[in-house]
């Protein structure tokens, strides 16, 4: 998403770098932790991303933990059943549900000013997975503007409505 910007984008996994504990009880606290982490490591700035999916009937499950919602070595697969079962018995009017991304920018392992961008993409759950494309949770992510799943969606229009595409444009017009 960062293509053809004035920024130069390394993973940490190019440089070698381990994943940072998540150990924080928000998306904020766990997009520090890791940003701190790869900045640290690095020895430059860092941008990292803590992202999921907030489902209101589940009181805001997955959330923090939507990656290994079904279990640390948890398949995208895994955590769909273990939603959509949980899921079961809710009727189509209470299936809201909010993918959440913060982004989180450090200039340094110790700056006291991270630059923090937030984004929201709102939607419902589907009772089952529909579409190819996406990964996570996007089959079982319905986006009633578009009547599909995210999953369904064209990539430049899934990264121009969701959390992550605001987040990052938050992020950019913060640094521009």
């Known amino acids: 998403m960062l293509a053809g910007s004035e920024y130069e984008v390394i993973t940490q ?12 009880l928000t998306f904020v606290e766990n997009a520090i ?25 589940l009181q805001g499950q997955p959330g923090i933990y939507s990656a290994r919602y079904a279990g640390d070595n948890a398949t995208a697969a895994d955590n769909m059943t273990k939603l ?13 549900c909010a993918y959440h991304c913060v982004l989180v920018f450090l200039k340094t392992p110790i700056d006291p000013t991270p ?26 992510f319905f986006i009633d503007s578009h009547n599909c ?8 229009i899934k990264n121009h409505i969701s959390h992550r595409g605001k987040a990052l444009r938050q992020l950019l017009k913060t640094l521009n």
């Not at 070698?16 to 150990?23: H, K, L, S, V």
């Not at 959509?84 to 809201?96: F, H, L, S, W």
């Not at 799943?149 to 430049?156: C, F, G, I, K």
Request: charged share 20%; aromatic share 4%.
């Open 33 to 57: 932790l890791k940003a701190r982490h790869a900045s640290q490591a690095a020895g430059v700035p860092a941008l990292a991303d803590d992202s999921g999916i907030v489902v209101n009937a």
């Open 149 to 156: 799943s995210a999953a369904e969606l064209p990539l430049h």
């Open 13 to 24: 996994q190019s440089l070698g770098i381990t994943d940072a504990p998540e150990t924080g």
């Open 84 to 96: 959509v079962a949980a899921m079961k018995n809710i009727p189509a009017g209470q299936r809201q």
């Open 115 to 140: 630059i923090i961008c937030h984004g929201v993409w709102e939607g419902s759950l589907l009772e089952a997975p529909r579409g190819e494309k996406g990964f996570g949770y996007d089959p079982l």
